[in-house]
């Protein structure tokens, strides 16, 4: 009976969201801090689904999402660094000849494809990640929950010194990293402008990983987080059904390491430290482990206070000529680990518990406080 | 409790707010300009960051105020802590353009300097580099100068000097991920050659690494007359005293990095001897305003808590900030493009010598202090220019 | 490579090693009891290091260290009470993200308290005093890491073999349920690992930041994981295992980079993790251990 109202709140929240968007493109100026913050949750917002995936939906801890993440993110700047600039980039030891002859034979092709190519950098950057996670996952995905999570922080650390390696100089630039990669494409011709494509694709996906967990597969995966032995009795295959969480989160990780390459335009190896991980980790706990709206929901507040509105606490502040004794640099992130406590401590849940977002509990609540004021 | 929650962030939130607004009514009807001070003050660079950053502010007391189009400015610093990381950098530039910045100072460390150029170009606001030294950072980016020289200049320099000292053989000790390190031990690899000496070890070593004893018997195997070991700060000590620990006596010497107090604290008798280049000597003012710079800022320092040695990267700060008003007066507006536009022409008498930038947007700074620690404490040892 | 330098590399690696093994045993310890990864215990031996600094600024070296070991010890009892009590009953991804961010708060904590720059850590003259046997040198702290890790393992062998806690603790780690009906205070029991491991870690810091001599929030992070390595390595919950796992790491470690790989130093003791895990999960001396329903 709900459900028509449902779907109209849903479109209306679409569409101001959509609309927001597009006012934010025409208005650019005096709103970069807006944009970015809400371009780098959006980003966030996919990594911490695809966390989610693996350790909230298939019960598999895992904390090698930064080491996707950088896959993607090489890749796609490596294909995306326009020619002219390949010197300036590489000017310590030089770029590898095949990189340079590959990029000039793909600038020659026809201007459709140029169009597309930005997209194809990311889909081929995460495809790599996919493979990869494919042949570790044959290896790691035998391992018990703690011995995983550390197997694949061990994972991301082997890929991380990889890229770094001055070996590799001519390919991911070693030491220097990579720069002057071009932002975020438009899409669908210009119809989508550059600013609002990182959303687009960002809920693309999103949406595609909910109907995994819809399908039969997503019900197979709550079965082995539930009870592996009980699901592999049921006939579920174990290692096929973790594998393909693990290919498909590792996917959507380094598409989103690709996305985070166009939004900072410059990339490092340091970028995808384990801190990254645990920043990921961070948004997934409080969102709520097991809840797709929650990781949603908690990337944006989390990355808006982080960035943005606790901004304050870094900066020493005067209230009334008083010194507030505390407020010094870093006491932010203090005031962050001290909130990722409490959640893990006290509200075990997070924002959303294993629930997702609804319209229904939304108003529910308001029709239950109204009542309340009512009797009182 | 997620009403809870909920309502602690809206309290955050309103709070934010209300401290925002009142710190721009306490102007009280004052028009005022923000400079953005984009430095880190955590993280792995979070020390030289803060030393820059008081260099900035000390400028910020002594000239508080510019006057535009006849009226007084007064001017006001924002500082975003860019936490020495890339992904924090972006965000930390942005916040700095929203909240006005006409003109941006830093960064120190180049990484976070090139990962921000393209979002002030972007946005077209000026930055003015105090004590980044890449190539990278201007190099393309008609929007971000710098005051102090470059690291191939730098490089070259170092390897001057080592020649002229008489050393034939060379071992460069460089960090991995570093722009920086392995950026300047790499110029300095280049015209050591040239120069035709002879690198005898080349060795890395990872960030956080805290254990140099195995790349050190290394290099004592190679038996090298100086170390180049250009590295940040948090490594710097713990190079020397291992150094010295296995008993290498070789000469060692880094880049504009080291002139820290803290090494010296923090290294102890073991630093006696370590060469290393600089933009600045406290010493010897170059200019006037050099020699009122350090008395006030020496004072300026203790107040601060700090050791009253200028580091030099302070002084850089200082003359960013000098470079940014006078660049201000000259455009005669608080937007950036006509700031951008000022910038190309400006020239200041600056603390660290005459500041004129190039068509790269570099200052224009053929001249290094080199000086070495003697007696536990920088002691001015030559000037080395290089053409 | 010459012979002296071979044997330099060595020194350095055992004696890299020897610290490693103490930091290690908290890590197996813990893990054998409560079946958790204590990703705090690399930033306890961080906070060690901080503690030193500040007690060896106002007392002698002597109280200075027993302050550090204290306040270290009473730190470790702490945290297992406020972060990993509570969520004895709950899953096990819940207590481990719960260590995790415990890791997390100590780093920022560290980074607000005493910031980022690095801390020099103060000497303590008797200990840096240099030896030179004909080309090699080495600071007595250097000689001193690997004799003093064997000496602790042997006592704490013998206290887990000997005493009633060891006997308690050694029947919590086989059976956690049962050592509980068998009318065991496991909450002791607990209470007196995490003293044991913190207590380690405090000595392990004194040595490694000894040789090492600067302390930075982030000083903890690397070796605390490949300590964890380590104690895998021997298999996990295996006293001398985990000892023989850090020296092995240690020395491995300190010959990669010799050989000029140190962009692949910290790789290696993930990998050799990886490898470890599916070749013999057990760890080199682990007792083989059958997965209950």
């Known amino acids: 009976m709900h459900t028509r109202r449902n779907t109209i709140l849903t479109i209306i929240s679409a569409a101001l969201l959509v609309g927001l968007l597009y006012w934010l493109h025409f208005n650019r100026t005096g709103n970069g801090m807006l944009i970015s913050i809400l371009q780098k949750s959006a980003i966030l917002a996919l990594v911490a689904v695809s966390m989610n995936l693996l350790n909230g939906f298939t019960g598999l801890f895992s904390l090698g999402q930064a080491g996707f993440m950088s896959i993607g993110a090489y890749v796609t700047a490596i294909l995306l660094i326009p020619v002219s600039s390949l010197e300036g980039v590489y000017y310590m030891s030089g770029v590898h000849p095949s990189i340079r002859v590959f990029k000039v034979f793909l600038g020659s092709l026809p201007p459709w494809f140029q169009s597309l190519y930005p997209f194809f950098a990311l889909i081929l950057g995460a495809s790599i990640a996919a493979i990869i996670a494919a042949i570790v996952g044959v290896a790691v995905l035998r391992l018990k929950s703690d011995y995983l999570a550390i197997a694949t922080l061990g994972l991301s650390e082997i890929i991380r010194a990889i890229f770094s390696s001055p070996q590799l100089d001519g390919v991911t630039n070693g030491s220097y990293g990579l720069n002057k990669i071009p932002g975020f494409p438009k899409m669908f011709g210009g119809l989508v402008p550059s600013l609002v494509t990182p959303f687009v694709i960002s809920a693309i996906c999103i949406m595609l990983i909910v109907m995994l967990i819809r399908s039969s597969y997503g019900r197979a995966f709550l079965a082995i987080r539930e009870d592996e032995i009980a699901a592999e009795a049921m006939g579920i295959s174990l290692f096929k059904h973790k594998s393909v969480s693990f290919i498909i989160s590792s996917f959507f990780s380094a598409l989103a390491g690709g996305l985070l390459a166009m939004y900072m335009r410059s990339i490092e190896a340091k970028t995808f430290s384990i801190a990254l991980t645990y920043d990921i980790l961070l948004i997934v706990v409080i969102g709520g482990i097991g809840s797709v709206t929650g990781s949603v929901l908690a990337s944006f507040l989390v990355t808006a206070s982080k960035e943005w509105w606790l901004r304050f606490f870094d900066q020493p502040l005067d209230l009334f000529g008083w010194q507030v004794p505390l407020f010094k640099t870093g006491f932010r992130m203090v005031i962050f680990s001290i909130l990722l406590m409490v959640v893990v401590l006290i509200y075990r849940r997070g924002l959303m518990g294993t629930n997702e977002f609804s319209w229904d509990r939304i108003l529910g609540r308001f029709k239950r406080r109204k009542n309340a004021k009512g009797g009182a | 409790m997620k009403r809870i929650v909920v309502f602690v962030l809206i309290a955050l939130l309103a709070c934010q707010f209300l401290f925002a607004g009142g710190k721009a009514e306490s102007a009280g009807g004052e028009k005022e300009i923000v400079i953005g001070v984009f430095e880190p003050q955590t993280g792995e660079n979070g020390g030289g960051g803060f030393q820059e950053v008081l260099g900035i502010r000390y400028a910020n007391k002594v000239y508080p105020t510019v006057t535009v189009g006849g009226e007084t400015y007064k001017v006001r610093l924002v500082e975003a802590d860019n936490k020495s990381d890339k992904t924090e950098a972006v965000t930390a530039a942005q916040s700095l353009i929203s909240s006005g910045a006409s003109v941006i100072i830093g960064s120190y460390g180049s990484g976070v300097s090139i990962a921000a150029g393209d979002i002030f170009l972007d946005n077209q606001v000026p930055a003015i580099g105090a004590s980044c030294t890449n190539p990278q950072v201007t190099f393309g980016n008609d929007y971000y100068f710098r005051v102090c020289f470059l690291d191939p200049f730098q490089g070259t320099v170092m390897a001057n000097y080592a020649w002229q000292e008489g050393a034939k053989k060379a071992a460069v000790i460089t960090q991995l991920g570093d722009d920086y390190s392995s950026g300047l031990g790499n110029f300095f690899k280049r015209a050591f050659l040239q120069l035709g000496g002879n690198v005898v070890s080349e060795q890395q070593f990872q960030t956080n690494t805290t254990d140099f004893k195995s790349i050190l018997t290394n290099i004592k195997a190679a038996n090298p007359d100086v170390i180049f070991a250009p590295s940040s700060i948090a490594t710097a000590p713990l190079i020397i005293k291992q150094a010295r620990e296995l008993g290498i006596t070789a000469k060692i010497m880094a880049g504009d990095t080291w002139e820290n107090s803290s090494i010296i604290e923090n290294a102890g008798a073991s630093a006696e001897g370590v060469v290393l280049s600089t933009f600045f000597d406290d010493a010897d003012p170059a200019t006037e305003e050099a020699a009122k710079f350090i008395t006030g800022f020496k004072s300026y320092l203790v107040e601060n808590k700090q050791p009253d040695i200028i580091p030099a990267v302070s002084a850089l700060g200082y003359d960013a900030y000098l470079v940014a008003l006078e660049a201000i007066k000259a455009a005669n507006s608080t937007k950036g493009p006509a700031i951008r536009d000022a910038l190309v022409d400006v020239s200041v008498e600056g603390v660290t010598g005459k500041i004129v930038f190039d068509e790269n947007g570099d200052a224009d700074k053929d001249l290094a202090f080199i000086k070495v620690i003697k007696d536990g404490q920088f002691k001015f040892l030559k000037t080395v220019s290089v053409l | ?293």
């Open chain 3, 1 to 293: 490579m010459s012979i002296t330098t071979f044997l330099q590399h060595c020194l350095t690696g055992i004696s890299l090693g020897g610290a490693y093994g103490l930091i290690a045993i908290g890590y197996t310890l813990v893990y054998g009891i409560l079946r958790l990864i204590n990703f705090a215990h690399g930033d306890i031996f961080m906070m060690a290091g901080y503690f030193m600094i500040f007690a060896l600024a106002s007392f002698p070296w002597p109280i200075a260290i027993v302050i550090t070991l204290v306040i270290t010890t009473v730190m470790g009892v702490v945290i297992e009470r406020l972060a990993y009590k509570p969520l004895r009953s709950s899953p096990r991804m819940s207590i481990m993200i719960s260590a995790i961010g415990v890791s997390y708060l100590l780093q920022n904590l560290a980074t607000y308290l005493f910031t980022a720059i690095p801390r020099g850590y103060p000497e303590i003259p008797l200990l840096k005093r240099i030896f030179r046997i004909g080309e090699l040198s080495a600071s007595l702290v250097t000689l001193m890491t690997p004799v003093l890790t064997i000496i602790l393992v042997a006592l704490l062998i013998l206290l887990v073999n000997k005493t009633k806690t060891g006997m308690a603790m050694r029947a919590a780690s086989k059976d956690f349920e049962t050592a509980k009906l068998m009318g065991i205070n496991i909450n002791r029991v607990i209470t007196v690992t995490f003293a044991i491991g913190s207590l380690l870690a405090g000595i392990g810091s004194i040595l490694y930041f000894t040789d090492r001599m600067s302390v930075t929030p982030f000083s903890g992070t690397l070796p605390g994981l490949k300590c964890f390595v380590a104690a895998v390595f021997g298999g996990i919950g295996n006293i001398p295992g985990a000892v023989i796992g850090g020296f092995f790491i240690g020395i491995v470690e300190t010959l990669l980079v010799a050989l000029g790989y140190s962009t692949f130093s910290d790789a290696f003791t993930f990998l050799l993790l990886i490898v470890m895990l599916l070749v013999k999960p057990t760890g080199l001396f682990g007792e083989k251990t059958v997965e209950k329903v």
